[in-house]
C-alpha cells in the first residue's frame, strides 16, 4: 500500500473478530496514570510482527511526543525504554515481576481468562486503550482492473452467505466472514501509512 502496488477491499473476520484495540496495562498500585508518565519507564511489546502489541502503542508513544529507546539497560531517564518479550504470556511475567513498567496487549488478550486471571485484574491497571482497527485486511493487487476488484470486493462480502463459501472461509485461517471497510477505517490506514513514510520504526521492525 506504502508503494501504491497495492488496495485494501475488506476486513478480515479473525475467529468471529472484526475488530480490536490495544492497551496499556501496569500494576495496580503504579504511579503511572497517563502517556506522559512513561518517562524514564520500561515498556515490553509482544513482537515487532505485533499490529496490536506493538505497531499501536508505539505510534500514539511517538505521537504523545515520548522518546522511545531499545535498550532497557540503559540510564537514560529521559525516555521510555522497550524491549519485547515475544510472547504476551511473557509480558504479563515481566510486569507481575516489576522488571518492566508498562506491557502493550490487545482487548482480546484482557479478556482470555486463560491468560489474565481474576487476580491479574486486581493487580493490574488500564491506562489507555486505543481507538478499534480492523483485526486484518484484505488486499488487491493495484494493477487489477476497476470491474475484477469490484466483483472481488462483493465476492468476499457475500461468502458466507452460502455453505460453500462458509467451507472455503474456514479453510482459510478460520475466517469467519469479510466486510467492508467503513470511511472511518480507510482514514485509519491512511493515518498508519503516513505515519511510515515520515517517522522510523525500530530496526527490529
Same mark, same amino acid.
Given at each position: 500500500m506504502r508503494h501504491g502496488l497495492a488496495h485494501p477491499i475488506a476486513i478480515k473476520w479473525k475467529n468471529?473478530?472484526?475488530?480490536?484495540? *490495544?492497551?496499556?496495562?501496569?500494576k495496580a498500585d503504579s504511579n503511572i496514570y497517563q502517556l506522559q508518565d512513561l518517562t524514564g519507564k520500561i515498556i515490553?511489546?509482544?513482537?515487532?510482527? *505485533?499490529?496490536?502489541?506493538?505497531?499501536?502503542? %508505539?505510534?500514539?508513544?511517538?505521537?504523545?511526543?515520548?522518546?522511545?529507546?531499545?535498550s532497557a539497560s540503559s540510564t537514560d531517564t529521559d525516555s521510555l525504554q522497550y524491549v519485547f518479550s515475544e510472547a504476551d504470556e511473557n509480558s504479563i511475567a515481566l510486569l507481575t515481576?516489576?522488571?518492566v513498567d508498562v506491557i502493550a496487549?490487545?482487548?482480546?488478550?484482557?479478556?482470555d481468562t486463560t491468560l489474565i486471571t481474576s487476580q491479574h485484574k #486486581?493487580?493490574? #491497571?488500564?491506562?489507555?486503550?486505543?481507538?478499534?482497527?480492523? *483485526?486484518?485486511?484484505?488486499?488487491?493487487?493495484a494493477k487489477l482492473p476497476t470491474e475484477q476488484?469490484? %466483483?472481488l470486493k462483493n465476492l468476499l462480502i457475500r461468502l458466507h452467505l452460502s455453505e460453500e463459501? #462458509?467451507?472455503?472461509?474456514?479453510? %482459510?485461517?478460520?475466517?469467519?466472514?469479510?466486510?467492508?471497510l467503513t470511511g472511518g477505517n480507510e482514514a485509519q490506514l491512511q *493515518?498508519?501509512?503516513?505515519?511510515?513514510?515520515?517517522?522510523?520504526?525500530?530496526?527490529? %521492525?
Open positions: 468471529g473478530i472484526s475488530d480490536y484495540s *490495544s492497551l496499556l496495562i501496569v515490553a511489546f509482544e513482537d515487532p510482527g *505485533s499490529t496490536s502489541s506493538f505497531f499501536i502503542p %508505539y505510534v500514539t508513544l511517538h505521537n504523545a511526543g515520548l522518546d522511545i529507546t531499545a515481576q516489576g522488571k496487549i490487545s482487548d482480546i488478550s484482557w479478556t #486486581r493487580d493490574f #491497571r488500564v491506562i489507555w486503550i486505543s481507538d478499534p482497527f480492523p *483485526s486484518a485486511v484484505e488486499l488487491v493487487n476488484t469490484a %466483483y463459501g #462458509r467451507n472455503v472461509l474456514e479453510e %482459510y485461517h478460520d475466517t469467519s466472514r469479510f466486510s467492508r *493515518s498508519f501509512l503516513n505515519f511510515l513514510e515520515t517517522e522510523q520504526l525500530p530496526d527490529e %521492525y
